[in-house]
């Protein structure tokens, strides 16, 4: 098995006993049903433009749920009861879709792992860790993808931020001390896009090529702002890209996975998916 995998199975809560809402018959979201999953949005403020295009296509969305993978905003500290300003538009519009129905779930990322008690409370979207679901009979095992990566920086960096001692500081600064420190911290979304090495890419399809077959037929994540879509031997691994550089999104028909763009959701070029049987 891969060397990863017994560490996620008890990484807080993220599955418990592998976590999955399934009742005894072991379906769940097996009608028809179209599913938007979307992560890596890394809003910045109200001057960025991935925050415009996407509050245009929340109120644009016609589908029967939104699973959020991780990274909608590339900062944020859970204040209770407040949402900094700068994100207001895209907090409206998810209001706007709780307002049509819409149910959402939200799965925080690494830049973001404060974010659901406000969004919890105020728009009753769901906040979960990495978690299964069943649609059309498939297997999908949804997570932002960050679990994957076990270098020493980044786990140790991951440690600290979500520590008391953190936790602390934050509080003791205030909202917008807190966010003048975060802003910093996260650096630019934009030199963030395409940042990521073939490494740690190659590394995150291992990590979920380990979950296929007994656990899930297929695996989604974000993180790697790259979009990919590999067929292995056990089942498909899914690499979104993430909204703040492609605007790429998964569109998901009673189980049947399609990696689509941008507001009108044309479907992503074979060759910018790259399928493969191995990479």
Same mark, same amino acid.
């Given at each position: 098995?891969?060397?990863?995998?017994?560490?996620?199975?008890?990484?807080?809560?993220?599955?418990?006993?592998?976590?999955?809402?399934?009742?005894?018959?072991?379906?769940?979201?097996?009608?028809?049903? #179209?599913?938007?999953?979307?992560?890596?949005?890394?809003?910045?403020?109200?001057?960025?433009?991935?925050?415009?295009?996407?509050?245009?296509?929340?109120?644009?969305? @016609?589908?029967?749920?939104?699973?959020?993978?991780?990274?909608?905003?590339?900062?944020?500290?859970?204040?209770?009861?407040?949402?900094?300003?700068?994100?207001?538009?895209?907090?409206?519009?998810?209001?706007?879709?709780?307002?049509?129905?819409?149910?959402?779930?939200?799965?925080?990322?690494?830049?973001?792992? &404060?974010?659901?008690?406000?969004?919890?409370?105020?728009?009753?979207?769901?906040?979960?860790?990495?978690?299964?679901?069943?649609?059309?009979?498939?297997?999908?095992?949804?997570?932002?993808?960050?679990? +994957?990566?076990?270098?020493?920086?980044?786990?140790?960096?991951?440690?600290?931020?979500?520590?008391? #001692?953190?936790?602390?500081?934050?509080?003791?600064?205030?909202?917008?001390?807190?966010?003048?420190?975060?802003?910093?911290?996260?650096?630019?979304?934009?030199?963030?896009?395409? #940042?990521?090495?073939?490494?740690?890419?190659? &590394?995150?399809? +291992?990590?979920?090529?380990?979950?296929?077959?007994?656990?899930?037929?297929?695996?989604?994540?974000?993180?790697?702002?790259?979009?990919?879509?590999?067929?292995?031997?056990?089942?498909?691994?899914?690499?979104?890209?993430?909204?703040?550089?492609?605007?790429?999104?998964?569109?998901?028909?009673?189980?049947?996975? &399609?990696?689509? @763009?941008?507001?009108?959701?044309?479907?992503?070029?074979?060759? #910018?998916?790259?399928?493969?049987?191995?990479?």
């Amino acid at each position: 098995g891969h060397p990863l995998r017994p560490s996620i199975l008890t990484d807080a809560g993220a599955f418990g006993v592998l976590g999955l809402d399934l009742p005894a018959s072991g379906r769940v979201g097996s009608g028809m049903s #179209s599913v938007a999953i979307i992560s890596d949005a890394h809003l910045r403020g109200l001057e960025d433009p991935s925050q415009a295009s996407l509050v245009e296509w929340l109120d644009a969305l @016609q589908l029967d749920e939104l699973v959020i993978l991780g990274d909608l905003f590339h900062y944020w500290w859970g204040y209770p009861g407040s949402v900094w300003p700068p994100f207001r538009p895209v907090v409206d519009a998810l209001a706007r879709c709780r307002a049509r129905g819409l149910p959402i779930t939200l799965v925080p990322g690494n830049h973001d792992f &404060t974010v659901g008690p406000v969004l919890e409370h105020d728009l009753g979207i769901r906040v979960r860790g990495p978690h299964l679901r069943v649609w059309g009979g498939k297997r999908y095992l949804l997570m932002h993808g960050d679990e +994957a990566d076990w270098t020493p920086g980044y786990r140790l960096t991951r440690r600290l931020l979500r520590g008391g #001692s953190f936790a602390w500081l934050m509080a003791s600064l205030g909202e917008h001390r807190g966010y003048s420190l975060l802003k910093r911290l996260a650096g630019s979304s934009e030199l963030m896009a395409d #940042s990521y090495e073939p490494a740690l890419l190659n &590394t995150q399809f +291992a990590f979920g090529e380990s979950m296929l077959g007994s656990l899930a037929d297929l695996v989604v994540m974000g993180h790697v702002h790259r979009p990919r879509v590999v067929t292995a031997d056990a089942g498909t691994i899914i690499q979104l890209g993430g909204w703040v550089c492609r605007r790429t999104w998964l569109r998901v028909d009673d189980g049947d996975a &399609t990696l689509v @763009q941008g507001v009108d959701g044309l479907r992503v070029d074979q060759a #910018s998916t790259r399928r493969s049987h191995r990479l």
